[in-house]
């Protein structure tokens, strides 16, 4: 029953099929029409608060997740690869990292990482952001495959070997 209420808060589309239906049995019931009307809109008006709040708090988490992570990688000029193309951080910026969700909540999972080395950290970030971006030019056809997607290859090999040497790193440590 809460996965049906859930729905109905939070969509549009459900709303107005639920309002509808509320409508068509209170108006059969032979009340007063305008007293069905007006419960109606009372519970759209709250309906439609809830899903713009909804929609607000998103949107703020993402640019607050943004801002963090473009405060943590403008301080950086190079990074140490062995890859040309990640060589420089030029624009300082994640907006293609962003674009990926499953991206941001790994960032997010493994900011402890930060706390003991933060070289690596900025690292994976620069990488998982130049990632993104060769990926989406790809798709868009502003880059040839042929030429750059060796180059993805290579920045996922430099993410795995980072993710890798902390894992051995931390293993050690115990």
């Known amino acids: 029953m809460n996965f049906f209420i859930d729905k109905i808060i939070s969509n549009y589309n459900y709303s107005f099929i639920f309002l509808a239906l509320l409508f ?23 309906i439609d608060n809830n899903i713009k709040n909804n929609i607000s708090v998103k949107n703020n988490e993402k640019k607050e997740k943004e801002n ?33 969700k499953k991206f941001i909540d790994i960032i997010y999972n493994i900011r402890f990482i930060k706390k003991f080395d933060k070289t690596r950290y900025n690292k994976i970030i620069v990488n998982m952001n130049k990632m993104m971006k060769i990926y989406i030019y790809i798709l ?35």
């Open 24 to 46: 068509y049995i209170m108006a059969k019931q032979n009340t007063q029409i305008l007293l069905s009307v007006m419960i109606v809109i009372f519970i759209y008006i709250s």
């Open 68 to 100: 963090n992570l473009t405060n943590d990688i403008k301080d950086i000029e190079q990074i140490n690869v062995e890859n040309f193309y990640t060589f420089y951080n030029e624009n300082k910026n994640v907006r293609f990292l962003v674009e990926n």
């Open 140 to 174: 868009s056809d502003r880059y040839e495959i042929n030429t750059y997607l060796p180059i993805f290859y290579d920045i996922k090999d430099t993410i795995l070997e980072v993710f890798l040497f902390l894992n051995i790193c931390n293993t050690t440590k115990i």
